[in-house]
């Protein structure tokens, strides 16, 4: 074969060339981390490559979303908690009312400090975010939710909805929670039935909130509900010692009214003989072993005092009220004057009472919901940590798929040069031969 001079100088420099070319492969290796320079330098590894990348900007998102997440359901949780400590003030503030050495000037105070504390709590029912939304409207963020007075009471304007983030691929977390659940339905009185006074009551009795021994029997399809407590005072000593105080158990709710200890019609004035149980001031009056079909309802109440002939006290099943309902009828029970020679002190005391077993509910109402709350975030911060593990394991997939092996790439390298600078020289010493070095 014969080898011509242009064919010495061109397989010279395209070996030149092809040295130069891997060398400057190895430098942008070594210079970037990367072995995977383009697609062409290994197509499987780098469509793997790609595949995790975009799984991993996957999970940064969630990432994202999740200490969002942390971040509203912690700064809802603050709110709710100036919210607790709110209603124990004004919690606080009733007993104060309750005290019998208060004139009407005292309460007429104790009322004014707690208007204010009423618009403060309107305050945080309508507290915002950082972008601007109503945290307690739903999803009607840009809607502000509660507005009113104490005079007229407050209305709620959001919805029940629960604004959520996508924190998982399969798992959405609410992060904020309905004006509505929070404020608004709130069972009143022991969260079973609330206890109150007839407002035509002319004694001084008081009841308490009650109690459920058995809620199963509370709710029979017996039990209406609306129940009362009625007295009658034997002045004449009709059935036993005169002056003696008697009580009914009666279901309201019958046309006309039933005596659930005789099962008869209730005989209001004491002109029949259904006030069978004489009355004892602090003495528990139980709705158990009643008449038939009524029997048992699993209900306590206690009432102290000294109730007049015809006074009533009423036992129903509870309802939702509002927490501003709440502190407004406190405020208007510490207004009224309390004239001389009324039972108004008795009325007060069993507004009193009632307003601090319903704001004892409302407590409960938002410790529940800041339970929820909490449970909330753990859950966020469970998924940070899985997903922090997963974007590791990505990373080292990555690292496998794509990082240069400096080691190998310096040899290389190191070699590739060696071997240009020979591939250089010798080119050099064979472009120099000419058979006019060998003529004479």
Do not use: C
């Given at each position: 074969?014969?080898i011509?001079?242009?064919m010495?100088?061109?397989?010279?420099?395209?070996?030149?060339?092809?040295?130069?070319?891997?060398?400057?492969?190895?430098?942008?290796?070594?210079?970037s981390?990367?072995?995977?320079?383009?697609?062409?330098?290994?197509?499987?590894?780098?469509?793997?490559?790609?595949?995790?990348?975009?799984?991993q900007?996957?999970?940064?998102?969630?990432?994202?979303?999740?200490?969002?997440a942390?971040?509203?359901?912690?700064?809802?949780?603050?709110?709710?908690?100036?919210?607790?400590d709110?209603?124990?003030?004004?919690?606080?503030l009733?007993?104060?009312?309750?005290?019998?050495?208060?004139?009407?000037?005292g309460?007429?105070?104790?009322a004014?400090?707690?208007?204010?504390?009423?618009?403060?709590?309107?305050?945080?029912?309508?507290?915002?975010?950082?972008?601007?939304?109503?945290?307690?409207?739903?999803?009607?963020?840009?809607?502000?939710?509660?507005?009113?007075?104490?005079?007229?009471?407050?209305?709620?304007?959001?919805?029940?909805?629960?604004?959520k983030?996508?924190?998982?691929?399969?798992?959405?977390?609410?992060?904020?929670?309905?004006?509505?659940?929070?404020?608004?339905?709130?069972?009143?009185?022991?969260?079973?039935?609330?206890?109150?006074?007839?407002?035509s009551?002319?004694?001084?009795g008081?009841?308490?909130?009650?109690?459920?021994?058995?809620?199963?029997?509370?709710?029979?399809?017996?039990?209406?509900?609306?129940?009362?407590?009625q007295?009658?005072?034997?002045?004449?000593?009709?059935i036993?010692?005169?002056?003696?105080?008697?009580?009914?158990?009666?279901d309201?709710?019958g046309?006309?009214?039933?005596?659930?200890?005789?099962?008869?019609?209730?005989?209001?004035?004491?002109?029949?003989?259904?006030?069978?149980?004489?009355?004892?001031?602090?003495?528990?009056?139980?709705?158990?072993?009643?008449?038939?079909?009524?029997?048992?309802?699993?209900?306590?109440?206690?009432?102290?005092?000294?109730?007049?002939?015809?006074?009533?006290?009423?036992?129903?099943?509870?309802?939702?009220?509002s927490?501003?309902d709440?502190?407004?009828?406190?405020?208007?029970?510490?207004?009224?004057?309390?004239?001389?020679?009324?039972?108004?002190?008795?009325?007060l005391?069993n507004?009193?009472?009632?307003?601090?077993?319903?704001?004892?509910?409302?407590?409960?109402?938002?410790?529940?919901?800041?339970?929820?709350?909490?449970?909330?975030?753990?859950?966020?911060?469970s998924?940070?940590?899985?997903?922090?593990?997963?974007?590791?394991?990505?990373t080292?997939?990555?690292?496998?798929?794509?990082?240069?092996?400096y080691?190998?790439?310096?040899?290389?390298?190191?070699?590739?040069?060696?071997?240009?600078?020979?591939?250089?020289?010798?080119?050099?010493?064979?472009?120099?031969?000419?058979?006019?070095?060998y003529?004479?």
């Amino acid at each position: 074969m014969r080898i011509s001079t242009g064919m010495i100088y061109d397989a010279g420099v395209s070996g030149i060339n092809k040295q130069t070319e891997t060398m400057l492969n190895l430098q942008q290796q070594v210079a970037s981390g990367k072995r995977i320079l383009t697609p062409a330098d290994d197509p499987v590894g780098a469509a793997r490559a790609l595949e995790v990348t975009q799984s991993q900007s996957v999970i940064v998102q969630y990432s994202s979303n999740q200490q969002n997440a942390s971040d509203a359901l912690a700064f809802t949780d603050t709110q709710l908690s100036g919210a607790t400590d709110l209603l124990g003030q004004i919690r606080d503030l009733a007993l104060q009312g309750s005290n019998v050495t208060l004139n009407d000037s005292g309460r007429q105070s104790i009322a004014t400090t707690l208007r204010g504390s009423y618009e403060q709590l309107i305050g945080i029912a309508n507290a915002t975010d950082g972008t601007g939304q109503y945290m307690f409207a739903g999803y009607m963020g840009n809607t502000k939710p509660f507005s009113g007075s104490v005079a007229n009471g407050v209305t709620y304007s959001g919805d029940d909805g629960q604004r959520k983030l996508q924190v998982s691929a399969t798992q959405q977390l609410a992060i904020s929670n309905s004006g509505n659940d929070i404020f608004n339905r709130i069972s009143n009185g022991n969260g079973i039935f609330t206890t109150g006074y007839s407002p035509s009551n002319t004694g001084s009795g008081i009841i308490d909130a009650g109690s459920v021994t058995d809620p199963a029997k509370w709710n029979s399809a017996s039990n209406s509900g609306n129940l009362q407590v009625q007295f009658w005072v034997d002045t004449t000593g009709t059935i036993g010692p005169a002056n003696t105080t008697y009580y009914d158990l009666v279901d309201a709710n019958g046309i006309p009214p039933k005596s659930l200890l005789t099962g008869t019609n209730s005989t209001p004035g004491g002109a029949g003989n259904t006030f069978t149980h004489a009355y004892t001031s602090g003495q528990s009056i139980s709705f158990t072993g009643l008449a038939a079909p009524y029997n048992d309802f699993g209900a306590t109440v206690t009432i102290k005092g000294a109730p007049a002939s015809g006074d009533s006290f009423s036992l129903q099943k509870s309802s939702a009220q509002s927490v501003f309902d709440t502190v407004r009828k406190l405020i208007f029970a510490l207004e009224r004057p309390l004239a001389s020679g009324t039972n108004n002190a008795s009325k007060l005391t069993n507004d009193i009472a009632s307003a601090v077993t319903n704001i004892d509910q409302a407590s409960q109402n938002i410790m529940t919901v800041r339970a929820g709350i909490g449970s909330r975030i753990n859950e966020a911060d469970s998924l940070k940590v899985v997903n922090d593990s997963l974007n590791l394991q990505y990373t080292q997939a990555l690292s496998t798929l794509q990082d240069v092996d400096y080691t190998k790439a310096a040899s290389d390298l190191a070699r590739i040069t060696t071997q240009l600078q020979a591939a250089q020289k010798s080119f050099v010493n064979i472009s120099q031969l000419s058979l006019f070095s060998y003529l004479p």
